[in-house]
């Protein structure tokens, strides 16, 4: 197997509703956390695990991202005549960082229909998935954590996270046989399972590495919930026929396509930055007091 990271998919054609009124006119990728576009985050989190391509699956309206990681040359050139080499260096650093390749997804239909409309892009090469509203705080980057699964194995890798009882109905599900290093065997997959239902506590979260052939599956999967084509059950296919692992990543993961989950991972990458901290504390001991 060839690095299974040299590219990776974000799927990024959602329309953002839990966030209106400002995902009218603002893709919810690029929403900030603190100041740095939570796709930018994502997008930093692969390339520093090696990815040199990234597949960003667009929809209508979202032309902004590619934007955001195009040259912004009035921008940089007001920068430099005022002597902002800083920020110059920083806007430039976001252009460069990657190549960025943008593909339309026409009609909303799912995630694994998502990552279906990146197959031209992706041709016969393993590939990582980073959802791009899930954040996963890590020293070793999360995609890369799975990737070296991946290439240890020769099996598809997705990663787990254990959730409450009463929330494995908003997630996909995992049940397998623990390995020795942690990991699961997945043996089961399913998605969104009535509340009561679930065959585990492990909800499968944004990211993934996956060979060239789950686009075959894709291919011939059904609507499943929600009548969309789930990558749930191509991932399904793939653990039937003993080829997936669930990887229990290191790090601390931010739902930031939901409204407290977004609020909580600002307040949470703002307490890392030291020109914030400090005040930031101050304001939190104030309020809670």
Avoid: C
């Avoid at 997804?105 to 279906?116: S, Y």
């Avoid at 899930?134 to 980057?141: C, G, H, K, V, Y």
Wanted: no cysteine; glycine share 8%.
């Amino acid at each position: 197997m060839k690095h299974p990271l040299r590219k990776v998919v974000i799927p990024a054609a959602g329309l953002g509703t839990r966030f209106l009124p400002v995902t009218k006119a603002v893709p919810k990728e690029l929403l900030p956390i603190v100041d740095t576009p939570t796709l930018q985050l994502i997008v930093e989190e692969a390339v520093k695990a090696g990815a040199a391509q990234v597949v960003v699956v667009n929809g209508r309206g979202k032309s902004a991202i590619e934007d955001h990681f195009d040259r912004s040359y009035e921008l940089e050139d007001t920068l430099a005549r005022k002597n902002k080499t800083e920020l110059f260096q920083q806007v430039r650093a976001i252009s460069d960082m990657v190549r960025l390749v943008s593909v339309r997804q026409k009609e909303p239909m799912g995630l694994g229909h998502a990552v279906l409309a990146a197959k031209p892009a992706i041709g016969d090469d393993w590939f990582g998935v980073l959802l791009g509203d899930d954040l996963i705080d890590s020293e070793e980057p999360a995609i890369g954590q799975l990737a070296r699964v991946a290439l240890k194995t020769g099996k598809a890798a997705v990663a787990l996270m254990p959730v409450a009882d009463d929330q494995t109905h908003l997630y996909g599900v995992a049940a397998g046989k623990a390995q020795p290093d942690g990991n699961l065997l997945v043996e089961r997959m399913v998605e969104k399972p009535p509340r009561g239902s679930a065959p585990s506590n492990l909800a499968v979260v944004g990211r993934y590495v996956l060979p060239p052939d789950i686009f075959a599956i894709l291919e011939q999967v059904k609507p499943g919930a929600g009548g969309e084509i789930q990558l749930t059950d191509a991932l399904a296919v793939l653990a039937q026929q003993g080829r997936l692992v669930g990887v229990r990543f290191n790090g601390v993961r931010h739902d930031a396509g939901d409204r407290l989950g977004y609020v909580i991972a600002n307040v949470a990458y703002a307490l890392k930055r030291p020109d914030l901290r400090e005040g930031l504390l101050a304001y939190l001991r104030k309020v809670v007091s």
